[in-house]
């Protein structure tokens, strides 16, 4: 019996309300041995009493020593073993500007480039173009007609974009186009299966019609192809666990993730601030709640450890709204380690918060690395961590007589 | 490789001797956030003591966030995976009879139940009647007679009772008729599967005819039918461990779950003291044995903290005439958590006691779940509990070369 079945089975409803409160990549590392990390570094008086009365732990994203993506890391607080349920990052992207994808639709993220006049890449993000001028790209491309497959065109953000192929029987298969460096030309598309050699050559074509409609637009006269997938067949939400679940995150691909399980994805602004409202109006509608915090990451990216500090309090900060709506169960985690000492997301376990009156208290007195070590909830994989939430909440039936 | 393979192949004889203790229900949780459990409460100076010279852990019965029922929880123990072997309550309450299960039989947990005029349940337990009445009760039901098939009805305690069919293929995928509350009749027995269809219309049968000889014993003029199922096929605990193992538990159920691994079942009378009286009697006969301690779990479910303190006191008074023995191994633990805070069976890991004079002693001095965190066995799952024992008994030989 897998662990979906596990949670259909033993799933209760009751009226308890579960917050799942994301700061992405939110571990760290000290930047001396012996120093302090991000998280220990920052003043957190309301995640401290949080931390007081509940219980800390460690998790383990995928396995010990991988690194995850957004997309593995946070399908495991999900509750799904993201080496079981793989997600293209194409496809997050669709999702994540809303696109709604069907089972025939073949998913690629684009991103627009700047070729030389010897077709070589000069700039592998076309000048960081302003997403004025990726929206009026994205319409021109979208008039490209390929015979037999429906193709879509949409703006992402800036330089990026998504591409859609509808077809019956495309594999989602393909290599990417991105040679992931400049001063060599994009690579052509090669499908990995006999499935997906339909796709590929769709790709090609239009990636020939591309060429010709992006001619004179430079530095954005061409773009390039990654994480081409299909989306996969995955169960919702609510059908393992009972939750109904509203999911309030500012950037795209967070909302994707959340629409890919099937949550319902809440508009709100671009803060934190404007998210803790929309959690507010939306609390009598929702069971569960996955507030995503963007920040937390990409200070870590930039290798900027003050600024992730200070991103960290801002999350604490928060921390007073989001606790006086009372709910049942408040987790508050990453989905994976982004150490500003890196800058990078990292295999390091993440630390866990779960505050809730049926939690066994530990010794921890604060939410930093060092504690969660010591935590009540141990290391443990992070697709447990919802059983976990559902069992602080009184929503799951024992086991067996 | 699974779990049993490996000890199949590894497992040697010596003269080694080995007492799995179980505190039904051991684990549980402070009243107050920052307090003591009840175990950290109650003072047990002969647990500490083993404590300071073995080594603790906390066990987790199932998978995190899971809280398993006694079924699960003993098999954990035992070394079976509990998702791997799931046990019917039927079964178990037939094996606590001394019910000698066979592949044929169909066991079902009955509760007699009484029926007001309009044939609706006006008490689920037929107002708990006297054991003496239910075992009359019982004598004229195992006279009915339904064709194709042997019937068994047999008393268990108070308003429980066990059915069992005995027929070639007859599957045990039936449901309860047990509508879990009152006001409402008796469900009809439902099969699950085309091969229960036939234990189904027997149930039906049956039900129709003890309708009838019951119709005059109110309270208890009928009977719900509960966990119907069949014995599942599971290895021997001699033959995975090569140990002769002895049980001494006073509950039913507890020996129906040792007789359904094959343990040998030695008569016992009602107290501790009496257990340890039959353990010293049979020591020289047995290389392991389980010794049941049921009323941890009792005081928890009755949501009484001071109570269980108590059991666990009286526990602890019973560790010297084991000790006395000279036992190699002595494991001290629970199946699962019952936290008289929760009232229940919960989720929360449990403690674990390991004693040899083999272990790697780890810092801890005292016996709770809370240096158990701290503990030298960690945080692990119940089925790896036999290995360990198992190991530090000096049974296990090196895994490849």
Redesign the interface.
Known sequence: ?D?HD?MRR?HVKNTSKLVLLVADGLGGLPLQAGGKTELETAHTPNLDALA??GVLGLSTPVLPGITPGSGPGHLGLFGYDPLQFQIGRGVLEALGIDFDLGSNDVAIRGNFCTLDAAGKISDRRAGRIASDIGTRLCGKLDQIKIPGVETFVRPVKEYRLVIVFRAVGLGGNVEDTDPQKTGVPPLDPVARDAASQKTAEIAKQFLKAAREVLKNDAPANFFTMRGIDKKPAIPTFEEIYGLRAGAIAVYPMYRGLARLVSMKVLDAGQTLDDQCSRLESAWNEFDFFFVHFKYTDSTGEDGNFAAKVEKIEQLDAAIPRITALGPDVLVVTGDHSTPSKLRSHSWHPVPVLLSAD?C????CTSFGETQCL?G?????QAK?L???????AGR??????
Chains 1, 2 share one sequence.
């Open positions: 019996m662990l596990l033993l007081t009365g049926s066994r208290t530990d010794a010591a009540g909830l141990g290391q443990f447990h919802m059983s976990l939430a559902m069992a602080h799951l039936e024992k086991f067996g007589a």
